[in-house]
């Protein structure tokens, strides 16, 4: 079986002379610490999904609203001009806090589609 043992053992120097810093944290710094533990929260832009959403027990719904409105915000509204169109025509149906949102069995759902869209 043949050896690689020399194949990660010299350091490591970049092609166009660029340096890493000394301290990395440098290049991103870790945000201060309030609490021991880590709290999630849900932005005003999630919360405007599930108060439009016809369903929002849906997940391909959420979804859909969630892409047609960056759809819209890009500005083009070409490649997924459907979901823009979606977001286009949706309101306001209901109120929706943080808690409702991060406690609803349809959110791990929702996130799961947003990724498959993307990949």
Known sequence: ??????????????????????????????????????????????????????????????????LGRVECEIGTGEIREDLARLWLRSRVRRTVDGDAVLSARVTARFVKELFNAFF
């Open 1 to 66: 079986m043949p050896s690689h043992a020399g194949l990660f053992s010299g350091a490591w120097a970049p092609r166009n002379g660029a340096t890493l810093p000394e301290d990395l944290s440098v290049l991103a710094p870790l945000p201060e610490r309030t609490t021991s533990s880590y709290a999630p929260r849900v932005d005003e832009r999630l919360l405007d999904i599930y108060a439009r959403a016809d369903d929002p027990s849906n997940p391909y719904q959420l979804r859909d609203l969630w």
